[in-house]
């Protein structure tokens, strides 16, 4: 592993039962709570297995696998793996759930081109080296055809504050990169953009928000979700 990956998968190893005391609650009723409600109507359980890319402690992975989905489960940190696996196990004893995770880098994974009808990928390409090495790798997963959900932080989003260090020459585990630089570095690299959705920050009243271009929707949102289509 490269420094960074070392770096990002120490802290977010740390970082691993805190993100677990509160993931419910973000996917349920918080900033992740429109997420899968978008994912699920573009990517439907019939059409193949589906890849959550950095998938934490396994909340999503496993609310998708409980709705028919054969998923797999993917992140650079084994106490969240740990997790994840445990969360699995919990709801395997209600019923059996198609869900496998296992350690692994996004820009580098161990499957077959064209495995995935569908990719969540929430908040991730940010704390790699490469985005575009991300980018590119969800491609080959991805069937013809196939969708990208992507979350991108939004600039004064509080988890932005891990790429601080960088202005005093410190190594860092996250890039500076914006929505609207997500946006065109996926349509420079073989995916068409179908939709986007911003998740506000507390204090933006909504009807100011749909005033507004699209650019500065994206910079007002606590992170923008792009529905891609691999084209």
Known sequence: MTQWSEMAKEQWDQFSADWHKRSEAMWETGSRRTILPLFTRYVHAENGPVL?????????????AASGYTVEGVDIAGEMIRLAKDRANDRAKNGEIAVRFQTGDVSSLPFSDQTFSGILCIN?????????????????????????LLGILGPTAGPRGHSYRRLYGEATIQNTMMPWEAKQLASENGYVLLEEEPVYKEGVPAELANRLSAELREALSFLTLFVLKKG
């Open 124 to 148: 991730v390409t940010e704390f790699t080296p490469s985005p575009l090495a991300a980018l590119l790798e969800f491609h080959r997963l991805l069937k013809p055809g196939g969708i990208l």
């Open 52 to 64: 959550d890319a950095g998938c934490g402690d396994g909340y999503a992975s496993c609310k998708l």
